[in-house]
C-alpha cells in the first residue's frame, strides 16, 4: 500500500471528497484506487477563517510500483510495516504463574500480554472490580464519603479510568498502536486507531477494562479484586512471594509492579524491604475551569459552533521569571472537575470527560514544576510527604470536609480571597469553599501561576477569564518517585520488576500500557509459557 500524507479536507466536506483528494494526489484514475483505511486524522485551526482536517491514508492501489517511480511527491511513500510481533520465548521452567500487582494500564497491558502468550498471570488489586468502584466513587462524589481502597486512585482501570481517557503520548514506539488496537477489540471507538488526539472518555474506559478482565481471564490468567499487596517476600535478594492482605502467601519468582502513583503506603514497604528508590521530580498546581464555548470560540472562531469539529482542547505552557515552568495538562474538554482523594484528610482534584464531551466546562490542570531541592530532605519518599503536606493543607482550606478550596481568577491575581462566585460554575463534588489558595500552595507555586495566567491569555483568548474557577490542589501529575530497574527492567532484587506510572517509567494511559508491554516482554524472554497456546 501507499502511504498518502497531507490531504486537507474543509470541515464541511465529507469522504467523498477525501476519496477524490486521494486520488488527485496520486494522479490516478478513480478504477486504480481499489481502497484506503485512514491512518491520522487531525486538525488544522491556524487559519481560523479556514479550518481543515488533515489526513494520512494507506492506499491499495494498481499499479503500486509505476505510481511509486513516477511520483515526486515527498508525502506519497511505501506503507511501513507496523506490526506488533510477540517476542521469543525463554526456555527457563517458570514454577509458579507471575504476579502483577496493580490493574492501571501497565498492569492490565502486562497481564493481558503475559495471558496472550501463555503463562496465566495473576492480577491482584487492591480496590474493587470497576463496577463496585464506581459505586464508591460516585458515594464520595455526592456524600464525601471516603472509601480509602476503593477511589478515583484504586481499583480496576487505575486513576486514569476516571479520567478524560486521552490517549496521547510523546514516546515513539511501535507497542503503541498494539495498545490502541487491543482497546478496539475491547470495545473502544475504532477511531482512536487514527485520530491525533485520541480519547475513550470514562464511560467507554470502565467497559473497556472490564473487556479486557474477562479476556485475561479467558486465556487463563486470574484477577482478584481486594486483593491488597502487603509484602514483597525476599529470600537472597530474590523474590520468592507476596504477602496479600490476609490471606497468606502467595509463591512466585516474578512479579510486576504497577502499582500506580498514589500507592504510598506500598512505597513505604518497598523502602523497609531496601528496594532502589529515588526522588523525582514532578508538578502541582490546581484545575483552572472555563466555559467550552469560551474555548471554542478561542480556538475555532466563526466555526466554533460546527459539530464535525467537537469541544476545544489547548495546550499551554510559560516559562516565569523566577525560572519555573507553568504548563496546562491533562486538559478536559466539556469535562468536570473531580475529587481524587485516596487518603483521608487530604484533598486532591483531576479533571474528567466522557466520550461526548458535552458538558458546559472546560477544564484542565495548571501545574508548576517542583524538584527534589524543594523537598528539603535527602529521604527517597520525600515527594511523597511534599504531596501530602499540601493536599492536608487543602483539606482544611476547604473546610474539612472534602470540599475543595476554590478562588476566582480576578481574585488570584489580586492576591484576595474569593466571597462570591461568577458565571463560571465550578464542577468539583462534594462542593467547594471560597477562599485564597496561597493557604494551600507553596508561594513560587501560586507567584509562577499568577505570571502564566496572564501571559496564557495572549495564546488562548479569555484564559485569564475573571470568572475563571481555579480549584485546588493537583498532586498527582505523575509519581513523586523512580524505582531503579536495571537493563532486564528488575529493581534490585531480583524478579521484581517496576513498571508504569508508579514506578517512574511513564506518563499517561499508553506510555504506562506500553511500559507494561515492555515487562511482560522482558518476563517471556527468561521463561517459558507455563501452558501452549
Not at 477489540?185 to 485520541?198: F, L, N, R
Not at 464535525?308 to 466539556?334: E, I, Q, V
Not at 515487562?519 to 509459557?529: G, Y
Request: glycine fraction near 8%.
Amino acid at each position: 500500500m501507499l502511504r498518502v500524507a497531507e490531504i486537507k479536507v474543509p470541515i464541511d466536506k465529507d469522504e467523498v471528497y477525501l476519496k477524490m483528494e486521494i486520488i488527485k494526489k496520486l494522479k490516478i484514475k478513480e478504477n486504480d484506487l481499489i481502497s484506503y483505511r485512514i491512518f491520522k486524522k487531525s486538525i488544522d485551526a491556524r487559519k481560523k477563517d479556514k479550518i481543515q482536517f488533515v489526513y494520512t491514508v494507506d492506499a491499495e492501489v494498481k499499479n503500486y510500483n509505476k505510481i511509486l517511480e513516477k511520483t515526486k511527491d515527498p508525502h506519497i511513500m511505501p506503507t511501513p510495516k507496523l506490526t506488533y510481533q510477540m517476542i521469543e520465548t525463554g526456555t527457563k521452567k517458570m514454577t509458579n504463574p507471575p504476579i502483577v500487582v496493580g490493574t492501571g494500564p501497565a498492569g492490565l497491558f502486562a497481564g493481558l500480554i503475559l495471558a496472550r502468550m501463555g503463562y496465566c498471570p495473576i492480577l491482584l488489586e487492591r480496590g474493587k472490580s470497576v463496577e463496585e468502584r464506581s459505586k464508591d466513587v460516585d458515594l464520595f462524589w455526592r456524600k464525601g464519603v471516603l472509601n480509602p481502597e476503593s477511589n478515583v486512585q484504586f481499583g480496576e482501570g487505575g486513576a486514569g479510568t476516571f479520567s478524560d481517557g486521552k490517549l496521547t503520548t510523546q514516546i515513539k514506539d511501535l507497542r503503541c498502536k498494539k495498545v490502541l488496537e487491543e482497546l478496539v477489540e475491547a470495545g473502544a471507538p475504532e477511531e482512536i486507531i487514527y485520530y491525533s488526539k485520541p480519547h475513550v472518555g470514562t464511560d467507554h474506559l470502565r467497559r473497556v477494562v472490564k473487556n479486557i478482565r474477562e479476556t485475561i481471564i479467558a486465556l487463563g490468567g486470574q484477577v482478584k479484586f481486594e486483593s491488597k499487596v502487603t509484602d514483597i517476600i525476599v529470600e537472597n535478594g530474590k523474590v520468592t512471594g507476596v504477602q496479600v492482605n490476609k490471606q497468606g502467601i502467595i509463591p512466585t519468582e516474578t512479579v510486576v509492579l504497577a502499582v500506580g502513583h498514589s500507592a504510598r503506603d506500598t512505597f513505604e514497604m518497598l523502602h523497609e524491604k531496601e528496594v532502589g528508590i529515588q526522588q523525582k521530580a514532578f508538578s502541582i498546581g490546581v484545575r483552572i475551569e472555563h466555559p467550552q464555548g469560551m474555548v471554542n470560540k478561542s480556538q475555532y472562531g466563526t466555526a466554533a459552533e460546527n459539530p464535525a469539529l467537537g469541544a476545544a482542547d489547548y495546550k499551554l505552557s510559560y516559562h516565569a521569571k523566577n525560572g519555573r515552568s507553568a504548563y496546562t495538562f491533562c486538559m478536559c474538554p466539556g469535562g468536570q472537575v473531580v475529587a481524587a482523594a485516596s487518603e483521608e484528610g487530604r484533598v486532591v482534584t483531576n479533571g474528567m470527560s466522557y466520550y461526548a464531551r458535552n458538558l458546559e466546562n472546560a477544564n484542565s490542570a495548571l501545574l508548576v514544576g517542583v524538584t527534589p531541592e524543594d523537598f528539603n530532605s535527602d529521604h527517597p519518599l520525600a515527594g511523597v510527604y511534599f504531596q501530602q503536606k499540601w493536599e492536608e493543607e487543602a483539606f482544611k482550606a476547604g473546610g474539612s470536609n472534602y470540599y475543595a478550596p476554590v478562588q476566582l481568577v480576578k481574585d488570584f491575581l489580586k492576591d484576595i480571597p474569593s466571597t462570591q462566585l461568577g458565571i463560571v460554575k465550578p464542577s468539583y463534588t462534594p462542593g467547594v469553599h471560597l477562599t485564597d489558595l496561597r493557604n494551600c500552595l507553596p508561594n513560587y507555586v501560586t507567584d509562577t501561576m499568577k505570571e502564566a495566567i496572564v501571559a496564557l491569555d495572549g495564546k488562548l483568548k479569555g484564559f485569564a477569564m475573571e470568572d475563571a474557577v481555579m480549584t485546588g490542589v493537583e498532586t498527582r501529575s505523575s509519581s513523586p518517585i523512580r524505582i531503579i530497574r536495571n537493563e532486564s527492567l528488575e529493581s534490585n532484587i531480583q524478579g521484581l520488576y517496576p513498571s508504569g506510572e508508579g514506578a517512574g517509567y511513564a506518563g499517561g494511559i499508553i506510555s504506562a500500557a506500553v511500559d507494561g508491554i515492555k515487562v511482560a516482554e522482558a518476563i517471556a524472554k527468561n521463561f517459558s509459557p507455563i501452558k501452549k497456546n
